[in-house]
């Protein structure tokens, strides 16, 4: 793993550290005040486009000089350097917080109704909450663009960042997978409260321990699939993302399945301190995959020759 790479977890705790040894007391009550009004306010969705955020006065939220930042990251690199293990749980933490984020912008949607007073969410036949979303998934392959479909792309993104993370060094490994993990579902808490309007604790349990167990699925059938071929991994993406349609479109299958193995292919040649960097980003979208999923097999063309 990277020894010089630090998380803004590590240097943001470092920064209010040190800046609260120069602030005079009032400063330090006014900044602590602040904080618990954070923690009164509903969590705030990673890709909302509205202000979730509590207001802060500006004396409270000073910015250190440039050459105490320097020194800030100097000691969080030395901490990282000789406490690599110690250390590399708020590395992780840091990271796939950004990383997660990645994950879930494909599948992205919002429900305009959700920030109105006395707005009334749509639902379909089922009563399932509908929003808005763009991009291919939605677009092109036709899915709804609904709670469950989110997490189902949201899985199948972390799912390949997973399999990166395997190949971490094993004591490294746990933490990064642990991580990621946990802030799927908090993400997911997050987009309950502010886009589907699930203030009981209860109901947004049911729904979290709903895609817990598509989570695990997803897991153990993708595994199946990357080891097995092609032909596994699409029935695996069929019966999770698709639910089992039975109109699906075979093309657009094929072209999900090219799509994560020509990500998987990018993330084994990035080295550990590209993935760890917590910037990764997956490369365009399943549709570019069109061409080679219409070219002949080369199997099927040796066979007719």
């Known amino acids: 793993m990277a020894s010089t790479y630090v998380c803004s977890a590590c240097s943001r705790a470092l920064s209010t550290s040190s800046a609260s040894i120069h602030k005079p007391a009032h400063i330090i009550i006014a900044h602590r005040s602040a904080q618990r009004s954070f923690a009164t306010t509903a969590p705030s969705l990673y890709h909302a486009s509205h202000s979730l955020r509590a207001h802060v006065r500006p004396e409270a939220s000073k910015k250190l000089r440039p050459q105490a930042a320097s020194a800030i990251v100097g000691i969080a690199k030395k901490i990282r350097e000789k406490a690599p293990l ?83 060094p094993e004591t490294h490994a746990p933490v990064w997978l642990q991580h990621i993990a946990n802030h799927a579902f908090f993400a997911a808490e997050d987009r309950l409260v502010v886009w589907h309007k699930f ?80 910037v990764w980003t997956f490369g365009g979208d399943p549709g570019e995959e069109a061409k080679v999923v219409k070219a002949p097999s080369r199997s099927m063309t040796s066979n007719t020759l």
């Open 199 to 278: 203030n009981a604790n209860s109901l947004r349990q049911k729904y979290l321990k709903e895609i817990f167990a598509q989570w695990r699925a997803v897991l153990l059938s993708y595994d199946e699939g990357l080891m097995k071929g092609d032909a596994m991994l699409a029935a695996a993406i069929w019966r999770n993302l698709m639910r089992s349609r039975e109109d699906v479109d075979f093309e657009k299958l094929a072209q999900i399945v090219g799509y994560m193995r020509r990500e998987l292919k990018r993330l084994d040649d990035a080295s550990d301190d590209e993935v760890a960097s917590g």
């Open 86 to 168: 110690m250390a590399e749980t708020y590395v992780a933490y840091g990271a796939t917080r950004d990383l997660i984020k990645e994950c879930g912008r494909p599948g992205d949607y919002t429900i305009p109704q959700a920030l109105e007073k006395n707005g009334e969410i749509p639902t379909d036949e089922s009563g399932v909450h509908l929003g808005v979303g763009e991009g291919w998934w939605y677009e092109t392959l036709g899915l709804t663009p609904t709670f469950s479909n989110w997490a189902q792309i949201t899985f199948l993104h972390m799912y390949m960042l997973q399999v990166r993370f395997r190949m971490f």
